[in-house]
């Protein structure tokens, strides 16, 4: 069927079977290889996307369910040339390795720390009456429905760290 | 040009400690990052060639046994299907790594459930899977067949040639002061590498054309050989990025062979993906171990006797076992010593190589025991350890190349603050608080590779088929490219992945970066030689930094040096006598910081910290996350990562990742790896660096596990180190 998906701002024309995920059409049709099939079951995280400025696992997804939202992808992180804060503190501090969950963990970091700077809290948030500030254990937690399997936590926690203590970020760490 | 050294002697030299560009070693950020981090790498099922077709595997459901019938007819004419390929050489399973020939193939049988059955291929993705689902086999099931190492009647095979005795240790057991005498298990466990293996398959001209998830192309390249009974020269295999391996990608995979197949049939390029359970099937996994250690020592804590027994599975037909006891022989002392390896033939899924064979689970466990031998003998474990580091490779009688086992015990103990304290002693906040410490030990070997290194005016370019699962090989082969050249990392292009580029051994083993990296330091020598001989000086008095040649009072920019054309050399170096004179391996040391809940005997790690050696670092940045991703396993092999087999069938129960549990996020803590950055070992190659993707997990679990101990007091002799066996022991 005909499906017409806003892919990182561009608006994408697809002739889909029924039963394609929003993954696999971005991978197998919209040649936005970037998002990652991992396990296609929605355990994992590589093929985490934003959908409305959320994060979700697109293989969990069916594409005819996203016409009139706004889909970003990895692909649409940066600016042009210009890498987003993020995209460069994963680079700096090896926040991967093969780099195949990177996508979905730098797909789930944009997202989540826009959540974290509206308040909302984790499970392993100790205070739902005020601020709680993003400590390396928030990070993990928020973090941990993206695998990562050379296991570069550390680094990618340090990343979202140094990302989220940047100034002036869109991200608006301080709203 | 060439130049093809072998490794028979230690090098005389140390050649890259004299240059002048100060880029190897250096904490570097991985070249191919920016792609990584915008979705620009190109991984196995991502090229779509026009007309592509998706061939989806049909899994066997069982029984085991002999297929009569299918239901093929059917599934071909559902809707979008253009070939069913259900063939009798269909591969069976993955090729074990480094393994030049086929895997066995499926004839008209069954071994395993999960087997590939057959293969669908449709115009869409969705069509394939669909159709693939509804496949079925009549299959006549085999009897008496086992599912269980330890069940009556399985079929057990104690090879000669891997069983070992020197001295006496039942002597030595009867006489000792002190003995320990235990049984350990480990669990099953899977590679798990992030990408699902993959092939797009596409033949032109006669000529095959495979991109896929691959470790070892050189391998790969003839197994696809074999398999297809193709020329090499038919066939082209490219991995420019592979989304891990870990073993699990040493030899290829059922679905590369299967992609082949089935373009050929359709006359189309056909992307296979395996889905994510069918990798946890048809790949190899780790089998579990039942290992039995017996340790003997005098009253000043001197081992006098080692045993290490152990019994593994594997399907029939499969060459490998796991080499559980493969660094007993060697890490520490006593004159009298068994080794006992046993393989069951059971029809689970196929074992293989997975993240440090061997060591993972033998070294994890030999340093469980040496924890609870330490106890006995009321010593500090790193005293205890260190009293028994030995002096020669105790059982071939030959030196070590080095051995830096005090120095990162000593290196690690300082850096975490370690205290050797009594069990039971922290209970706060209703969490017991405990340490562990635990070695690192993994041998090292080196193994034919070749690569080659064009020269030119813009700067120098590497190429190999070696690959980068992650590895780090982009960045480091930049680097001592670029050092020896006096080349900045942006002026040199490493690319790999490509079997049409000289032959390294492959991403296995640890051989990869000294194998590797040495081919590269072999060819810049040579294009070393060209630029003093263009200068008139000798090469040892040149010194190249920064795109410029000075020797004495002489100094010119290399593009007035290279000819127009450029030069280009191949440096190709073998394994030789330096790996039977010495006794080569690298070296770590893990501690651990757990808490135990007092309630559940949930665990959760604290802090970790590891110091390691393996000769010289060629980038401090990748190493440690080598380093810190095997702390990663060490940590998931003790506390969370278990295959589990139905004792029935054999089938796989949890495999897929939300039932077998890898470390999460917040499973782990902020790891940290130290790299003993002066060493070097000149026995192990004129690079002097050694592997060290795996010594992180060659042990490293232990800490944990003997951390739990301290915790609460409660030994965990069977891993996962699960809430369920602590539970019950608790104080």
């Known amino acids: ?175 | 040009m060439t130049n093809e050294l072998t490794l028979d002697k230690k090098a005389d030299t140390r050649r890259l400690d004299e240059m002048a560009q100060g880029l190897l070693g250096t904490p570097m950020d991985r070249p191919e990052g920016v792609l990584k981090v915008t979705g620009k790498a190109i991984y196995a099922d991502e090229e779509r060639p026009s007309n592509l077709a998706y061939g989806y595997l049909v899994r066997a459901t069982g029984p085991i046994g002999r297929i009569v019938s299918t239901n093929k007819d059917e599934i071909a004419k559902m809707p979008g299907v253009v070939a069913v390929i259900e063939e009798a050489d269909l591969p069976r399973n993955s090729v074990q790594g480094a393994t030049p020939t086929a895997a066995p193939t499926r004839g008209d049988r069954i071994d395993y459930i999960g087997q590939p059955l057959a293969l669908v291929v449709a115009d869409g993705f969705e069509e394939a899977r669909h159709a693939a689902q509804a496949m079925t086999a009549v299959m006549e099931a085999d009897t008496g067949l086992h599912f269980d190492p330890e069940a009556p009647g399985a079929s057990i095979e104690t090879p000669e040639a891997k069983q070992a005795s020197q001295g006496d240790l039942d002597a030595a057991m009867a006489s000792a002061a002190f003995t320990l005498d235990e049984e350990y298990h480990t669990s099953s466990m899977h590679s798990a590498a992030m990408e699902p293996h993959a092939t797009i398959a596409e033949w032109k001209d006669g000529k095959l054309t495979m991109r896929g998830a691959y470790q070892m192309l050189k391998f790969n390249q003839k197994s696809v050989s074999d398999a297809l009974d193709l020329d090499l020269s038919q066939i082209r295999l490219l991995s420019p990025f592979v989304g891990g391996g870990f073993g699990s990608k040493l030899g290829i995979a059922p679905e590369a062979i299967a992609a082949a197949l089935a373009s050929k049939a359709v006359g189309r390029p056909v992307s296979v993906a395996m889905h994510r359970r069918q990798v946890f099937e048809t790949t190899t996994h780790r089998s579990a171990t039942k290992q039995k250690v017996r340790l003997a020592a005098d009253k000043d804590g001197k081992l006098i006797g080692v045993g290490h027994d152990n019994l593994v599975y594997n399907l029939p037909g499969e060459k490998f076992s796991e080499p559980t006891t493969q660094a007993t022989p060697f890490t520490y002392a006593g004159e009298n010593r068994v080794i006992g390896h046993h393989i069951a033939r059971l029809h689970r899924p196929a074992a293989g190589s997975v993240r440090a064979p061997g060591e993972a689970v033998g070294a994890t466990v030999f340093e469980m025991a040496m924890d609870e031998m330490a106890e006995k003998l009321d010593l500090d474990p790193i005293e205890f350890r260190v009293r028994n580091i030995p002096d020669l490779d105790p059982s071939k009688g030959i030196p070590f190349s080095e051995n830096r086992m005090e120095a990162v015990l000593r290196d690690g103990a300082e850096r975490f603050g370690w205290k050797h304290t009594k069990p039971k002693q922290r209970l706060e906040d209703g969490w017991w608080i405990g340490t562990g410490v635990a070695a690192a030990v993994r041998v090292n070997m080196m193994s034919e590779t070749s690569a080659r290194v064009r020269l030119t005016q813009d700067g120098a370019v590497v190429e190999t088929d070696m690959t980068d699962i992650g590895t780090g090989t982009y960045a480091i082969l930049t680097q001592v490219a670029g050092e020896l050249l006096g080349l900045p990392a942006n002026r040199v292009e490493t690319r790999l992945g490509d079997s049409d580029f000289p032959k390294a051994f492959g991403s296995g083993g640890s051989v990869g970066a000294s194998s590797s990296g040495t081919a590269v330091y072999l060819a810049c020598m040579e294009l070393r030689q060209n630029i003093a001989a263009a200068l008139g000086v000798e090469e040892t008095d040149l010194t190249l930094k920064d795109g410029r040649a000075i020797s004495g009072n002489v100094a010119k920019p290399l593009t007035e040096i290279v000819p127009g054309e450029g030069w280009s050399a191949t440096g190709t170096v073998k394994g030789g006598k330096a790996g039977s004179l010495v006794r080569q391996a690298t070296w770590g040391s893990c501690f651990a910081e757990v808490a135990v809940n007092a309630v559940t005997g949930e665990t959760r790690v604290r802090r970790m910290l590891g110091s390691f050696a393996a000769g010289r670092i060629l980038n401090e940045k990748t190493a440690k996350s080598q380093c810190i991703g095997g702390m990663t396993w060490g940590l998931g092999m003790a506390l969370h990562e278990e295959l589990v087999h139905d004792p029935r069938d054999g089938h796989m129960v949890n495999r897929d990742l939300a039932e077998y549990h890898v470390p999460a996020n917040l499973d782990v803590p902020q790891i940290e790896a130290h790299l003993l950055m002066e060493d070097r070992d000149d026995w192990a190659n004129p690079v002097q660096a050694k592997g060290i993707g795996e010594l992180g997990i060659s042990g490293t679990g232990a800490a944990v596990i003997n951390a739990i101990y301290n915790a609460c007091g409660v030994r965990i002799r069977s891993l996962p180190g699960t809430l369920d066996k602590i539970l019950a022991e608790l104080p």
């Not at chain 1, 990182?8 to 991978?27: E, K, P, Q």
């Not at chain 1, 959908?51 to 979700?56: A, F, H, K, L």
């Not at chain 1, 697109?58 to 992180?77: F, N, Q």
């Not at chain 1, 987003?84 to 501090?93: D, K, M, T, V």
């Open chain 1, 1 to 175: 069927m005909q499906v017409s998906l806003d892919i990182n701002g561009a608006s994408v024309a697809l002739d889909l079977d029924a039963r394609t995920t929003l993954l696999d059409a971005l991978r197998n049709h919209a040649g936005l290889t970037g998002s990652k099939k991992g396990c296609d079951h929605g355990q994992c995280g590589a093929c985490t996307v934003m959908v409305n400025g959320r994060r979700i696992n697109s293989c969990l997804t069916l594409a005819v369910m996203h016409e009139d939202d706004e889909i970003t992808t990895v692909e649409g992180l940066a600016e042009g040339n210009t890498l987003s804060p993020l995209q460069r503190a994963f680079i700096s501090h090896d926040g991967f390795q093969c780099g195949y969950c990177t996508p979905g963990q730098l797909c789930s970091a944009t997202a989540m720390l826009d959540e974290a700077a509206k308040g909302w809290p984790s499970n392993v948030t100790a205070d739902l009456e005020n601020a709680t500030p993003l400590t390396d254990e928030e990070i993990s937690e928020r973090m941990s429905g993206n695998i990562c399997r050379c296991s570069c936590y550390p680094g990618i926690v340090e990343a979202i760290r140094e990302a989220a203590d940047a100034p002036a970020q869109k991200t608006g760490a301080e709203a």
